[in-house]
Nanobody, 121 residues
Framework: QVQLVESGGGLVQAGGSLRLSCAAS????????MGWYLQAPGKQRELVAL???????NYADSVKGRFTISRDNAKNTVYLQMNSLKPEDTAVYYC???????????????WGQGTQVTVSS
């Protein structure tokens, strides 16, 4: 059993900052890529940022220069530092992890339950 638990969402004014955390736990052998997605009301889930196990990060154009993704491999945790927040960043943010539960197991993508981020104007 694998669980991803997010924390750090909330309400913030435009221009403010939030830091999201996502900790993976359970029967984990190794974690490849970890990432953050967002889903606004009535819209499809979309990529915010990804980070490989080697630390290479990729970002959606809309968050470049404002958001920073990082991870602590020892803690199986991924972070998203969000600065200069805008009202259009308002969404439910989901983390995911591509991981193996054993040395011979296939890579499978697991998702967290989501955390609400609301940016007021």
């Amino acid at each position: 059993q694998v669980q991803l638990v997010e924390s750090g969402g909330g309400l913030v004014q435009a221009g403010g900052s939030l830091r999201l955390s996502c900790a993976a736990s359970g029967s984990i052998f190794s974690i490849n890529t970890m990432g953050w997605y967002l889903q606004a009301p009535g819209k499809q889930r979309e990529l915010v940022a990804l980070i490989t196990d080697g630390g290479t990060a990729n970002y959606a154009d809309s968050v470049k220069g404002r958001f920073t993704i990082s991870r602590d491999n020892a803690k199986n945790t991924v972070y998203l530092q969000m600065n200069s927040l805008k009202p259009e960043d308002t969404a439910v943010y989901y983390c995911n992890a591509d991981l193996r539960t054993g040395w011979a197991a296939s890579v499978f993508r697991y998702w967290g339950q989501g955390t609400q981020v609301t940016v007021s104007s």
